[in-house]
């Protein structure tokens, strides 16, 4: 049983609605994009989360070939399946930039905010794998200091 992916975009309604001044020469597309993985037991508890922002010029984005290329750095090492970033995220961003670009309600404006939800959830394998892995990780090996080491801090009253 693999994970479950599921992907959302939403755009801010504050984007800045004014003309193109000598600041912003070209109209931008700015994206912030969250990952969380949630658990398959519960989804309300999320595993671990990241999150990146990226923008460019939309003339840029709007660009398949560009596009996909941004997209793949922005997302390149979240470990998401590369089937997923591939069939479903880069083919469901691109078009809705373009869908975005050409709305009425965007004419003028010099930044296009996205805000971009995927959400994977772990299959339970997955999610004994990674609670091991972790557990192994923060295992704390301590070694004793030394008698120099102890003899050579400061002492404080």
Do not use: C
């Amino acid at each position: 049983m693999g994970s479950h992916y599921s992907i959302g975009i939403q755009q801010e309604d504050d984007s800045f609605l004014m003309p193109l001044s000598s600041k912003i020469p070209h109209p931008l597309l700015h994206i912030d994009l969250q990952v969380r993985w949630v658990s398959s037991l519960n989804r309300d508890i999320i595993l671990d989360s990241l999150n990146r922002s990226i923008s460019d010029r939309r003339d840029v984005f709007l660009s398949e070939g560009n596009a996909r290329n941004i997209i793949h750095s922005l997302i390149a090492d979240f470990g998401l399946s590369q089937k997923f970033v591939d069939t479903v995220v880069v083919p469901y961003i691109f078009l809705y930039v373009q869908n975005a670009d050409f709305r009425p309600t965007n004419r003028g404006r010099q930044v296009i905010v996205l805000r971009i939800k995927i959400r994977v959830v772990m299959s339970p394998a997955d999610e004994i794998g990674d609670l091991v892995d972790e557990s192994m990780a923060n295992s704390v090996r301590f070694k004793p200091a030394s008698k120099s080491s102890i003899e050579a801090l400061e002492r404080v009253h």
